[in-house]
């Protein structure tokens, strides 16, 4: 029943690594998005993307690129890993047309040393 | 660009009491205002939404009411249990995009 599935539930990475985080969805959903979670802080919009090949910034995409070059998968790409991106990531994906929830992955915990 | 201020970020009831949680938000372009469950270690889950033509919406133990004019929305439970324990995230969404700007969070304890 699981229907957005991130690759990895736990990370680590060195400093300056390049780091992939996937994110696959199996309801045929246009529209995907990467947030952060941080205590305190909510979730944050890092990228999202309405198409594929289409990709918009978020709030805080500094640090981070995304790939989606099929309608199911949705990349985020840590570019040289610092300790400041250690988080939660969460993928979420939803439809286009009417005004509908997300549905979230379960979550990746990257810890960057 | 849209903001959205929940308040409080902690919030302890007792068991069977009522808890109520509450949004501002910036943009009054957004229309559409989901509230996500995250309970320990798991992925946040849509428990209610509401969209801007509406003033309130029940379902069973839980209510959200809107008002457009006042920029705010509020999450209500009544009869609270153990199993409501969790962190509440309101959000807002404008018409002209699919992405949502989210609170920053309540975490909820019911005590037994």
Redesign the interface.
Known sequence: DVKVTQSSRYLVKRTGEKVFLECVQDMDHENMFWYRQDPGLGLRLIYFSYDVKMKEKGDIPEGYSVSREKKERFSLILESASTNQTSMYLCASTLSGGNYGYTFGSGTRLTVV | ?ENVE?HP?TLSVQEGDSAVIKCTYSDSAS??F?W?KQELG?????II?I?SNVGEKKDQRIAVTLNKTAKHFSLHITETQPEDSAVY?CAA?MDSS????????TRLLVRP
Request: no cysteine; glycine share 12%; proline share 8%.
């Open positions: 660009g929940q970020s229309n559409y989901p996500y798991k992925r946040p889950q849509l939404d969209r995230f969404r699919y992405k949502l700007i989210f609170g920053s969070g």
